[in-house]
């Protein structure tokens, strides 16, 4: 897998990847992209048929078409010949004619690439434009800190303080914040990652119905959508869990 996350806001962003079976002195660098969520969901539902047909042959064939979509450039890559082999783009339509535009990887630049290489780069593109356990976690994480300690100024707190909450990354005296079941022996701020603090910012602008990308909402990044639809939850779980809380204060105070 790619050293670094991706976060999949803007169509420039790619990974880098070289294959496992490259052992070449320079071997090609294959620059991974974005998938939109229109072509994710063709994705995953092509896997799921062919998941239910049964066989490697027809899997990979969706990991060729993962390629053909999320493949922005390669670096390195000659032909036996010697000879440099680009990649060539071609324009499709997603749907049919009446879809929204593509430009893809040509089928003689598929050609080209081994078909083992095609399966293992077009499984990590996959991987890639898919929100992972633990960024969902750190994106959850970010929308409880965001309730929980709205409040707090870590720049107010003098040395003492500090060390108490865990601010500069080391294990706090005591628990600092409980959160899905566990303790947090740490400052919670500290634990949220620059990618969540993106999808967040990006999140403020989706609900004012601003999106990065042109198109609708299907011709956004899948990763940023899932991002989204995490975030939404867990903003929906909160208030809904503040309310409540709200409603016995009042219920208490009557007595």
């Known amino acids: 897998m790619p050293e670094r996350s991706f976060v999949g806001i803007f169509p420039t962003e790619t990974v880098p990847y070289v294959s496992r079976y490259d052992s070449a002195e320079h071997p090609t660098v294959f620059h991974l992209g974005q998938l939109s969520l ?22 990979r064939s969706r990991n060729v078409e993962a390629v053909r979509y999320g493949l922005v450039r390669v670096e390195n890559f000659y032909a036996a010949s010697g000879e440099h082999i680009a990649v060539t783009k071609e324009q ?4 049919g004619h009446a879809g929204y535009p593509y430009l893809v990887c040509s089928d003689a630049f598929l050609s080209c690439v081994p078909v083992e290489v095609l399966d ?16 969902a976690y750190n994106l ?53 990652t620059v990618q969540s603090m993106l999808y967040m910012r990006w999140y403020n602008h989706y609900k004012n119905n601003n999106l990065p990308q042109p198109g609708g909402l ?23 869990e503040l309310q409540k809380k709200q409603e016995e204060l009042a219920r208490s105070k009557k007595w």
């Open 38 to 59: 229109a072509v994710y969901e063709g994705l995953m539902n092509r896997s799921l048929h062919l998941a239910s047909a049964g066989g490697m042959s027809l899997t």
């Open 218 to 240: 299907m011709n956004q990044s899948n990763k940023l959508i899932q991002a989204f639809e995490e975030i939404d939850g867990a903003v929906s779980h909160y208030t809904q």
């Open 92 to 95: 499709t339509f997603l749907g």
């Open 120 to 135: 293992e780069v077009g499984e990590v593109i996959v991987e890639i434009n898919t929100l992972t356990a633990a960024e």
């Open 140 to 192: 959850r994480l970010s929308v409880f800190v965001g309730q929980e300690w709205k409040d707090h100024r870590c720049s107010e707190l003098d040395d003492r303080q500090r060390r108490n909450y865990g601010c500069d990354g080391e294990r706090a005296p005591a628990p600092v914040l409980f959160f899905e079941g566990e303790d947090l022996w740490q400052c919670p701020v500290s634990l949220i």
